[in-house]
Every structure is written in C-alpha cells, then in structure tokens.
C-alpha cells in the first residue's frame, strides 16, 4: 500500500487537468484496504478508477482512493459457460483483449474502452450494443458504512444505462468494488446488431471473437480521440431518452436517428442533436467539441482547464435545450 499527500492527479484522469488531492491511497488486496484507518484520512473519500469518466472542477480537498488489485482467474471446467473473476484495478481492455485471446466471447464489443474492472461495474459501460452488466454475474464490494465484505448478484447491482445501485444517492460513496465476476461463453455469441459493426466486419460471419475486436477497435478509431495523444472522458454526455410526443416535434418525419425503447419511449443521440446544432469543433479556451464524434469533448492542447470544460458544456446544453426543448445530462461524473 502507498500513501502519498498532496498527490498531482495529473495523469489519474483522462482529461489531463492540471489537480491534486489532499492524500492520494493505493491498496493491492482487499486485505489491505479493510486495515486502512478511513477515520484517519482527509474528508471526503472519493474512489477512482482510470479517472476516464471524471472532470475535476478543481484541487480535490480529501483522500483518492485506487485500486491495484490486479488478478484475473478463469474457471474453466469445460463447459459452454466460463466463470472469469477478476480485481476491480485491471485494466478493462487488457482483460477483453485476454477473453478475445483465449476465444472467450462476451466482452468483444467493449473493446478499448478505457477505465478499469471495479469502475466498469459501477458505470454499467456499454458499447455497439452490448453493456458489461450483460457478462457480469456478480461483483464484490467492501462496505465502508458497516466495514465488511459484501456480495451482490447481478441482480442486486440494478442496472441500467450507465447506472448501478453503486451510483444511486443514497448508496453512493458506501461500496468499495473489489472484484468483479464475469460470465463469457465458448460458444460463438458474436452481437453484430449495432449499426456499423457488420460493414466494418466486411460483410465476413466472425468465427472468433477477436475478428470482432478488431472491427469495434476500427470503429472507435475512426470516431474517439486516441487516448494516447488527446485528452478526453469519452461520451461527456448521455443519450437521452424522450417521450413518442417529444420524439415526434423533434423529429416530425422521423427521420433523426433514433431508437424505440420497449416501454415506447425513444432514445436520441446526444451526438446528432449536438451536431445539428452547428457545434462540431466549437471550443472555449483548450477545451473542443470533437468532430468526427460531437458527444466527446476533448482537452485540445493539453492546456484546457474545468472552466473551460464547464463553459462548453453549458453552451452545449443551452444550445440543445433552445433547439430540441431536451436537457442533455453529463455521463461524465463532475467532483
Ligand atoms: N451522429 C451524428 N453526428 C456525428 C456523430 C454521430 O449525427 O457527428 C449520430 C449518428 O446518427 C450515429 C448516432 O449519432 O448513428 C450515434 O453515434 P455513435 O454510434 O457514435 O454512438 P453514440 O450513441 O453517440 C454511444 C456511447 C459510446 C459508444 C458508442 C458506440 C453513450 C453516451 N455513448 O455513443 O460510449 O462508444 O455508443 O457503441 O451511450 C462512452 O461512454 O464514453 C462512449 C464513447
């Protein structure tokens, strides 16, 4: 375990903002994070991941918690079905790349997303038509009210789009993710229903899912910022979700895109509306609007700070509101 006082979050989250933290709190094993005296450490707690869905709207005054328990352990009794427990500190991708590796399928689709296990678990990621809740079968947690190890089934986690019982107010804050269980299959599952997903496989049936990675892998190229060079949290914001009424003065002729939901509601992307607004490459100081992916706002020059990223962000909702009469909601968490 590393303790570390006024900690540069510099490279702790991907937007790159220039902050610190009053007390910043590596553990390796859950063992170690039950010892820590959490009465001891500077108020309030916050725990990360990646930082890859954070915006720091400045200096954080408590204590960064992180976690580096990294093992990944595969039941493999021979069955269709293949139980994979893994430590909420492993980068998720290493771990899709591994399943993909071993012929697993089940992860493919969330390919190169950034952020870690413990973090995935709690947002509910999701891409080209698949959400990690879909191959989660339970998740670990230490509860830092009552101070004690606690399960929860899949079930239990109540998820839906970005969100789990782990981000609702009242439980916010309370539990600790400390290892994930997955479920992948050996049977082929390939999901090529996202639109895009099927050209960019060439038209070829996948027979493995790493045929399928690479193809999500040219999607995300060809659309998001490279982490390695940009700085961004990925979508800012979510998609909406609108009444059939709502839907039908946005789009009189439906010809926006859009999907229907089962409970007739309809779910629009942010993307499109914040494109048709004009506001693709719009900027405010060193933060922009991506263009070829308008739902991502990048740190442009390295030199962007959350008041420039806050500026935009209301100009952004401003413009959708006075447009689209809907509020767009941040997916990016703001500290
Ligand atoms: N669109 C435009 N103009 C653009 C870009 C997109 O009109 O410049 C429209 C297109 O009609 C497109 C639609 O927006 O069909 C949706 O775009 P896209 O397929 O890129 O997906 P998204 O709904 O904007 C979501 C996730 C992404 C995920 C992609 C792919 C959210 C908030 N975002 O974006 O997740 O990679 O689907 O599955 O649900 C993230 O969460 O950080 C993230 C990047």
Known sequence: ??????YDLGSQNTFRLKVSCECFVEYDTLKELEGLNFDALPKPILHI???SNLLFRGDFPGTVLHSNIEYIKYVDIGLDEVPVMLG???TFDSFVAEACRHGLWGAENLSMIPGEVGAAAVQNIGAYGVEVADIISGVVCYDLKERKKVKFSRQ???YGYRSSIFKQPEFKGRYIVT??????????APNLGY??????LGGVVPTTPTQVREAVIALRDSKLPDPCKIGSAGSFFKNPVVSAEQFARISPDASAPHYRLPDGTVKVPAAWMIDSCGLKGRSVGGARVWEKQPLVIVNSDGRATAEDILSLEKQIIDSVWERFGVTLEPEVEHI
């Open 1 to 6: 375990m590393r303790i570390q006082f006024k």
């Open 49 to 51: 991941g990646e930082g």
């Open 88 to 90: 909420s500190g492993v």
């Open 179 to 188: 290892s994930v269980l997955f479920r992948l299959s050996r049977k082929p």
């Open 195 to 200: 639109k895009g997903l099927e050209e960019a």
């Open 156 to 158: 239990e986690c109540r």
